[in-house]
C-alpha cells in the first residue's frame, strides 16, 4: 500500500528562471552566455547544492578563479532566492488533495542553503511531514544514499513511498533505493499517474 509520497522541489512544486537575473548584468552575449554555461555545469550545480562547504564560500572560490565575472557570480549569490518565479500550475491543489486523502507528504531536494530564504515565500514548500534537503545532508540526488536518509530519517518503507522528479537521473536514484517513481511532467499527468500506482498497490 501506498503511505508516503515525495516530492522534489524545483520544477515540480515550483518553477526558477536564471535569464531574469542573469541577462541584465551583461552588455556582450557572448559573456552572458559563457557564464550562464559555467553556472549550468553539473559540477558547479553538484557543488552548490551538496556544500561540503558553504554556499557563500563556493561564490567567493569562483569569483577567485573567475575574476573577470566577479559581479556576475556576487548577484548570482545575492540574488540566488529571486531565480525562483513562482509554483508550478496546479501543484498546491494536488497536494491540498493527498493530504486530504490521509497520505503522508514528503520533500526531497537538491538546493544549496538559500532554500531557507526561499520557503517562506512560498506556502507550497511548507507543511511537509518532513523533508531532506542536499546542502544539510552533504548528499546529492540521484546518489541512494539521499533517498536512504529521508526514509531512515521519518522511518518510511521504500515499497509504500512514490517519488517524483522532473529528472530521469533522479528518478532512477529513487528506483535503486526501491521506491515507486513518477517523471513529472505537469499536474494532471502527475495525478493521473499517481492513481495508477496506488491501484495497482492496493
Not at 573567475?66 to 548577484?75: C, L, S, T
Not at 544539510?136 to 530519517?153: F, M, N, S, T
Not at 529513487?174 to 491501484?199: D, H, P, S, V
Request: with cysteine; aromatic share 12%.
Amino acid at each position: 500500500m501506498i503511505r508516503n509520497l515525495i516530492f522534489d522541489f524545483g520544477k515540480v512544486l515550483v518553477d526558477y528562471d536564471y535569464h531574469h537575473v542573469i541577462d541584465p548584468l551583461f552588455d556582450r552575449e557572448e559573456e552572458r552566455e559563457a557564464f550562464k554555461h559555467f553556472i549550468s555545469q553539473q559540477h558547479f550545480l553538484d557543488q552548490c547544492e551538496k556544500e561540503d562547504i558553504p554556499f557563500v564560500e563556493i561564490i567567493e572560490q569562483c569569483k577567485k578563479e573567475q575574476p573577470q565575472w566577479e559581479h556576475a557570480f556576487q548577484a548570482f549569490y545575492e540574488q540566488y532566492a529571486d531565480l525562483v518565479t513562482g509554483e508550478i500550475p496546479g501543484m498546491k491543489e494536488v497536494l491540498a488533495t493527498l493530504r486530504m486523502e490521509g497520505y503522508y507528504l514528503y520533500g526531497l531536494t537538491n538546493w544549496c542553503s538559500v532554500v531557507h530564504s526561499v520557503i517562506p515565500k512560498y506556502p507550497i514548500l511548507q507543511g511537509f511531514d518532513g523533508r531532506v534537503i542536499s546542502c544539510e545532508e552533504h548528499l546529492i540526488k540521484p546518489d541512494v544514499a539521499i533517498y536512504e536518509r529521508l526514509c531512515q530519517k521519518y522511518n518510511l518503507r521504500p515499497y509504500e513511498c512514490v517519488f517524483t522528479d522532473d529528472k530521469p537521473a533522479n528518478i532512477a536514484g529513487a528506483k535503486a533505493a526501491g521506491m515507486q517513481t513518477i517523471l513529472f511532467k505537469n499536474a494532471t499527468q502527475y495525478m493521473n499517474e499517481l492513481r495508477t500506482i496506488i491501484k495497482k498497490n492496493e
